[in-house]
Antibody
Framework: QLQLQESGPGLAKPSETLSLTCTVS??????????WAWIRQPPGKGLEWIGS???????YYNPSLKSRVTMPVDTSKNHFSLKLSSVTAADTAIYYC????????????WGQGTLVTVSS | QSALTQPASVSGSPGQSITISCTGT?????????VSWYQQHPGKAPKLMIY???KRPSGVSSRFSGSKSGNTASLTISGLQAEDESDYYC??????????FGIGTKVTVL
């Protein structure tokens, strides 16, 4: 059974870079049918797609965040990461990682999510 | 990319049917049969309920169904049960390998 687990600091300072990692277990990240995605949810608010990465390193980002986001993938460690630069309080959110089907375009399964608070 | 429009809340009595709408544009919902729906209980990760507008993943109750007309997709829950009380989000492919989510709908079982 495929499982995803987010990890990383729960606190980030304004103007710094938020870094999270999603470790995939129960399956390989190097599969041709899937992308690997980051999605976030500010407290009490809705979901926002941040971006997706293919095992080859190809990335796709939300246009509204594109200038601040990078999503590297490490197939040897079966994990992918999120780096969001120049963070502000508006980036405070629960960050989820999820598998995305390349053709059917659904997100499943999801990690449990990790809360990142941006505060000095 | 603007968030898809959903009603803030929908309610119904046990056994009734309810429908949640999800309105986008001709650049997302209207252009692709790639709308998915997610159920999110408080403090939990979202769960895939419908994909490809109307397809149900294995294990999802047949009480959940989806449809689309023009720029609006819909999720219908039939035979409403207490366990269906949750937040629901739609999501559409928006071209160029990008996605847009709906603002979410809170379903209350009266």
């Amino acid at each position: 059974q495929l499982q995803l687990q987010e990890s990383g600091p729960g606190l980030a300072k304004p103007s710094e870079t938020l870094s999270l990692t999603c470790t995939v277990s129960g399956g390989s990240i190097s599969t041709s049918s899937y992308y690997w995605a980051w999605i976030r949810q500010p407290p009490g608010k809705g979901l926002e797609w941040i971006g997706s990465v293919y095992y080859s390193g190809t990335t796709y980002y939300n246009p509204s965040l594109k200038s601040r986001v990078t999503m590297p993938v490490d197939t040897s460690k079966n994990h992918f990461s999120l780096k969001l630069s120049s963070v502000t309080a508006a980036d405070t959110a629960i960050y989820y990682c999820a598998r995305s089907h390349r053709d059917l375009n659904w997100f499943d399964p999801w990690g449990q999510g990790t809360l990142v608070t941006v505060s000095s | 990319q603007s968030a898809l429009t959903q009603p803030a809340s929908v309610s119904g009595s046990p056994g009734q049917s309810i429908t949640i709408s999800c309105t986008g544009t001709s650049s997302d919902v209207g252009s692709y049969n790639l709308v998915s729906w997610y159920q999110q209980h408080p403090g939990k990760a979202p769960k895939l309920m419908i994909y490809g507008v109307s397809k149900r993943p294995s294990g999802v109750s047949s009480r959940f169904s989806g449809s689309k007309s023009g720029n609006t997709a819909s999720l219908t829950i039939s035979g409403l049960q207490a366990e269906d009380e949750s937040d629901y989000y739609c999501c559409s492919y928006a071209g160029s390998n990008t996605y847009v989510f709906g603002i979410g709908t809170k379903v209350t079982v009266l």
